[in-house]
């Protein structure tokens, strides 16, 4: 089933910038997965704004109980948000279960203090973040992928979120973060590597070029902060075509 036109210009809206990973993904899929995979990551970067440290506490909250409600409207099948609606019209309930995506939730609001408290780096607050993004990217393979663990899913999205949000205050809890982010990427080097020449693992391969080159900046950039590269930013990766050669 199509969503519809508003929904989807909305769910469009919510991938922008052009260049990141999600709208990268969405791109380049086949005709027939970018409507489903337009509202597995609109739905993430709907959360993602929501739960940066930078929003009021208290609209938070509010922002965390409206969407648990409408959680359980998507379970009874009356959403009534865009992003939720398009995730109904594309039947995609069987990966984003509804104690899945609640699970999910949860963990965007608790890892939101990751970022909030600088200079420490808080292993079961990185774990969160890991967890609760790695949902999306399983989603990604629509069914369609290989069988593979959670696990992975998890630290490719840490190394993904930490590549893409976690390089911003310049304090010195970046080098940890940083071996984080490369141990993470590691990790999930290791578990999708049998998987590389698999046709339905290409939205992983994408990720974790992504990461990777915005890792690499990253690491230039503290070895040398005299030289002012820029660091990584959301949505910036080199070009797109260097990005794509290197998933391969």
Known sequence: ??????????????????????????????????????????????????????RNPEGLSHRFAWWTEELRRLADGSPTHPVTR????????ETLTHARLEKSLEGFLKARSLS?????????????????????????????GPELPQAMFAALALADWLATWGFHSGGPEEGALLDRARSALTSANAGLAPFRRDPSSWPLRVTFALARLQLDGVERSLRNPASHRPRARPGIPATLWTAWKAAL
């Not at 398009?86 to 309930?93: E, T």
């Open 116 to 144: 909030a408290t600088p200079g420490l780096v808080h292993e079961s607050l990185l774990r969160r973040v890991g967890e609760s993004r790695g949902l999306f990217l399983e989603a990604s393979l629509l069914g369609k």
């Open 86 to 93: 398009l995730l109904a019209a594309r039947a995609l309930q």
């Open 1 to 54: 089933m199509e969503g519809s036109p508003n929904d989807l210009a909305y769910c469009r809206e919510r991938l922008r910038p052009w260049g990141s990973r999600a709208s990268m993904i969405v791109h380049l899929a086949p005709a027939n997965q970018k409507e489903s995979l337009l509202a597995v990551f609109a739905l993430e970067s709907e959360w993602e704004t929501f739960s940066r440290p930078a």
